[in-house]
């Protein structure tokens, strides 16, 4: 084989794109296209110059020997030694005796290699054929030896940079809500452990990180034999370690002089972990500096993940406690909202309410050893802080210093003590200018705990807003028990005048009747006479009014006595209403009244089952409108339909007009329209309502229709 | 011959009111108003015939309604119906030749209900509650017209 055949092959090995070559392949690669029966390549360990320190980085034998090869217990033979220490070629006839053997095998010669991460070692040759037959080709082989053994480990570094990345981003996709789990994380890594013991060689892989968790050194996280390690950080059982300030091989005391090698894990100059190999499984048996730039990557994406692991979990820690206390913020929600429908008395309402306050404190924050909620009460002129609810130990101390501070200058604070044995924070429980108390929370860290006193603000704000509703549903409630006594005396006297009224009007309204029927009288007197029976009338009904009024304060509806009532009885109340209206409109404006007694004959001998009282009182009240509304010169039509069921008398008057937006609010109580408010001022807007509940109270309904001026209102009554 | 106007939106008490004017001063003129808006049209006039006394009812109604009526001016809406009288009465007072006519208050209100508020009554109004006698009106309305005669004479 010509030195070029040869070259291309060792370059072949080197870059097989089907396999996953290794410096194994490069030496038996050497072997064959020199036609010997064993290569045999050696490093010498970093720092060790001497040729005793040569150790096997990997073997080829045509033949397998019939014994087991410990490599580890191969000594380098003369010519190799002799190689490594003269730096050039040696073969046996440089040996005093001519021939030097390995493996049971003839060392046909050595060849010094020199590594391109900078180490040394030698390339020894067995076989029959003297190495002066292939000397051209050994030493082209010999110079592109060291760069394809760096092309190869960057292969191995690179095929464990992608298991190590696809274990990660598996775990990754797995979890694209946040970070994974602890314990999962510490499975993965002891997975990724166990990927570089077999890459490296090592007997066993461990990862230790810096965890915020766990502030002690760096705690043992994964390791290759295990499923991973969560456990506290304890240097006598080798859970933690300290880290060197340099990457380093060498070979460790503690562990029977095994060779180690550790890669600190970096983001910039700040080391988040390590990775430590200790012990081998193969050649060469010993870490070099090839093998840290073999872990170096690995330690980099590794390190990389750790961060964003740790940032994930700190933003899902915290989405989580923010999530925790808008749970907590909406069971508060419900039970003030319950606490405040009770009836204010009951003494366990604010304690209910701060016990809960104080708990979700602790539950959002989980670094809280205590949350007191203290009220504020003034003892002889002098504030003092009793406490509510507390949980943990809140109750066995007093309010600190710092509470009654942040009560006397009204503003959130925080403290660490001297010697950072624990953080404080006090926030002021108030609204505006009002001081209900202080919310406490304390912890044992040295350090506040992040978001601590935003979540102690809003806290401390809402059991303030309790405080606060609580105090004016307070207030309220006794406003509205003398608002309603004062509103019952008032419905009493109401009631005690409609019935003072009433009766008296209405002897009075019938004695005039009486006198009218019975005399004969000039007008003027007559006038008069009507008059003064349509103001007894019209008195009368306002007192009726008033009584209705009172029994609908009351939050009662009127109760109707029905009778059953005739046509002619309809016809009767009907004029009798529509005379009042008449005698008491004011004559200069024209207004008259009539009633269209057949379209109420069409009754027939059907009977309308009605309150008589009620009756009157609602005509009377749609005319009164019908007349302080209606413009003059107009007629106010009084007429009726009857139907299958019902008798529906119609009041249409021409007027104010009314928008048919407004129709639902007329019967509203205290509701006028614009124009009838700024035109005649006088009313209440009583009228129509107080007609509305009679009507209802009936059995009725009542109607109301608008088109332009002409405004129709009907009560719908029941027929029988 | 007395002048005498009458500010009154409930007719039934404004015709006992003319009546008892017309008994007791049988040549009186009565001109009577059942509207603020009405009495508010007729201060011209009344400027050029300037009555000798207003009996004025408090709690006024603005106008009777009627088509395409406009609206009330600013000072009624904010000021409302339910002290329209004092209004009416303090248009008087500020004009220059109406403003020493009496006013007379005539009304069911309680004169404490007119001066709630630190409110007082116009200083050319006086008091007489609804619910009195007839006479008492009637002799208030003499006496005013007797102090006025005599402010009159003197002036």
């Known amino acids: 084989m010509n030195p070029t055949r040869a070259v291309r092959a060792l370059v072949g090995a080197a870059l097989d794109p089907d396999g996953q070559p290794t410096v194994y392949d490069l030496v038996r690669t050497f072997a064959q296209v020199t036609d010997s029966l064993g290569a045999v390549l050696w490093e010498a360990p970093d720092g060790r110059c001497a040729a005793a320190g040569l150790s096997i980085v990997s073997l080829w034998l045509d033949v397998p020997p019939s014994d087991t090869v410990v490599e580890a217990e191969i000594a380098a033979d003369p010519v190799t030694t002799l190689a490594f220490d003269t730096g050039s070629l040696a073969v046996p006839d440089d040996l005093p005796d001519g021939s030097a053997a390995l493996l049971g095998l003839d060392v046909t010669g050595a060849l010094p290699i020199d590594y391109v991460d900078g180490c040394h070692g030698v390339l020894t040759l067995l076989g029959r054929k003297p190495l002066a037959e292939v000397f051209d080709i050994v030493v082209e082989l010999v110079d592109v030896l060291p760069e394809l053994c760096g092309t190869v480990r960057e292969r191995q570094t690179l095929a464990l940079v992608n298991a190590c990345d696809t274990i990660l981003h598996d775990a990754d996709v797995e979890s694209r809500e946040g970070a994974v789990p602890r314990r999962q994380l510490a499975e993965l890594l002891s997975e990724v452990c166990r990927i570089l013991a077999l890459g490296l060689h090592a007997a066993e892989v461990s990862i230790f990180l810096e965890d915020p968790a766990q502030p002690h050194g760096y705690a043992l996280f994964a390791h290759s034999d295990g499923a991973g390690s969560v456990e506290p950080c304890d240097p006598r059982r080798h859970t933690c370690i300290a880290v060197d300030p340099a990457d380093r091989t060498g070979f460790d005391p503690t562990a029977g002089g095994a060779p180690f090698m550790e890669v600190r894990l970096l983001s910039g100059t700040h080391v988040n972990g390590l990775v430590r190999c200790l012990g081998t499984e193969g050649p060469p048996h010993h870490f070099a500096t090839s093998d840290l730039a073999l872990l170096r990557p690995v330690a980099a994406q590794l390190s ?168 004016t549903l307070g207030r309220l409630h006794d406003a509205r028990n003398r608002l309603e006594l004062a509103l019952r005396a008032e419905a009493e006297a109401m009631e005690d005048l409609k019935h003072q009224l009433v009766s008296p009007l209405r002897t009075a309204a019938s004695r005039t009747e009486s006198v009218l029927r019975g005399g004969r009288f000039d007008k003027r007197v007559e006038g008069q006479l009507k008059a003064v029976r349509g103001l007894c009338r019209k008195a009368s009904r306002v007192a009726m009014s008033a009584g209705v009024f009172a029994t609908l304060s009351r939050g009662q509806q009127p109760v109707s006595k029905p009778e059953r009532i005739g046509v002619d009885d309809v016809v009767r109340l009907l004029i009798a209403a529509a005379d009042d209206a008449q005698v008491l409109s004011d004559p200069r404006r024209g207004i008259r009244f009539e009633v269209e007694r057949e379209s109420v004959r069409r009754m027939g001998r059907r009977l309308v089952n009605v309150d008589a009282s009620f009756l009157q009182q609602c005509v009377g009240n749609v005319l009164d409108n019908a007349a302080k509304y209606g413009y003059e010169s107009t007629r106010v039509d009084i007429n009726a339909d009857v139907g299958p069921n019902h008798l529906t008398l119609a009041v249409a008057s021409t007027g104010i007009p009314l928008d048919p937006a407004e129709l639902p609010h007329v019967v509203l109580r205290n509701w006028r329209g614009d124009i009838a408010r700024s035109t005649t001022g006088e009313g209440s807007g009583l009228g129509l309502w107080i007609v509305d509940h009679l009507t209802r109270a009936m059995g009725g309904r009542l109607l109301v229709d608008a088109s332009a001026d002409l405004t129709t209102v009907r009560l719908v009554l029941p027929l029988v | 011959m007395p002048h005498f106007v009458v500010v009154e939106d409930d007719h039934l008490q404004e015709g006992p009111i003319a009546d008892n004017l017309a008994g007791m001063f049988p040549d009186a003129v009565v001109d009577a108003f059942a509207t603020e808006e009405q009495f508010r049209d007729h201060l011209p006039q009344m400027r050029e015939t300037v009555p000798d006394l207003v009996v004025m009812d408090v709690m006024l109604r603005w106008a009777f309604p009627r088509p395409g009526l406009p609206a009330p001016p600013d000072d009624v809406v904010a000021g409302g119906y339910y002290r329209a009288g004092l209004r009416c009465a303090r248009l008087m007072l500020g004009d220059g030749r109406l403003r020493r006519v009496p006013v007379v208050l005539y009304t069911i209100l309680e004169r404490n209900d007119l001066e709630r508020d630190g409110q007082t009554l116009p200083a050319n109004a006086s008091y007489v509650g609804k619910n009195s006698e007839p006479d008492v009106l009637i002799r208030h309305i003499r006496s005013r017209l007797r102090a006025h005669s005599v402010r009159s004479d003197g002036a």
Request: proline share 5%; charged share 25%; hydrophobic share 40%.
């Open chain 1, 304 to 471: 990389r993940y750790w961060r964003t692991w740790l940032h994930r979990r700190e933003i899902s820690d915290e989405n989580e406690s923010w999530r925790r206390l808008a749970a907590g913020m909406t069971s508060l929600n419900k039970l003030v909202a319950e606490e405040l429908g009770r009836t204010p008395g009951d003494g366990g309402q604010e304690p209910r309410v701060a016990d809960l306050a104080v708990r979700i404190m602790c539950d959002v924050v989980p670094e809280s050893a205590a949350a007191v909620a203290y009220r504020t009460c003034r003892e002889a002129g002098v504030t003092e802080l009793d406490a509510v609810a507390h949980t943990g130990n809140g109750l066995a101390a007093k309010p600190s210093k710092l509470a009654e501070e942040a009560v006397r200058s009204r503003r959130q604070l925080r403290s660490v003590p001297d010697g950072g044995s624990g953080w404080l924070i006090c926030t002021p429980i108030r609204v505006g200018e009002r001081m209900f108390g202080v919310l406490e929370t304390s912890g044992p860290a040295a350090t506040v705990p992040a978001n601590s006193a935003q979540v102690n603000e809003i806290i401390g704000d809402q059991l303030g807003l309790y405080r606060h509703l609580n105090d």
